[in-house]
């Protein structure tokens, strides 16, 4: 068990230990860990809470992943509370993730940018959508009369034996 837990947190300590012997952005990640601020709270709220959601639920798909692998072999009580507080510390490390400075400020101007973005109407999407199927349906439909005449072809040849 300690060697499992020593394989998860073991390259994640290294790699934060080395982003603190920067002088970059990962002399900040560690402190930031450890802050219960919300930074920019009224900025990008959208987008921070579309990729906290999306943090916390690959962690549980992958929390699962692990209740039904690797811990399968010890106890109810290892394979449902290891993958419990696996699962809540990525719920904290997300959140804190998108209160990081640099990272709230990238999240912030992406939700300025799709403000921006001129969203098609519904009629738009409809003719879209019937443009997509008609020409996908006919695509299939011609490789399908091809494939048909050159399996004929091959068969009057003698290339291959086809057999109706």
Do not use: H
């Amino acid at each position: 068990m300690c060697l499992l837990v020593v394989c998860l947190i073991g390259p994640v300590l290294f790699d934060v230990g080395r982003l603190m012997s920067s002088k970059s952005v990962g002399a900040s990640l560690f402190p930031e860990l450890f802050r219960f601020g919300i930074y920019k709270s009224s900025q990008g709220r959208m987008v921070r809470q579309f990729t906290f959601f999306a943090v916390v639920v690959i962690a549980a798909f992958g929390c699962v992943t692990l209740a039904n692998g690797a811990l399968m072999p010890y106890g109810k009580g290892v394979q449902v509370g290891v993958p419990v507080a696996v699962w809540a510390l990525f719920c904290w490390l997300a959140f804190r993730l998108v209160n990081v400075p640099r990272f709230a400020d990238f999240l912030v101007s992406v939700e300025s940018e799709l403000e921006k973005v001129t969203w098609p109407s519904r009629n738009e999407v409809t003719q879209a959508t019937v443009v997509v199927l008609l020409t996908m349906f006919s695509l299939g439909l011609f490789l399908f009369l091809i494939d048909l005449l050159w399996t004929w072809l091959f068969s009057v040849i003698g290339f291959t034996e086809y057999k109706s």
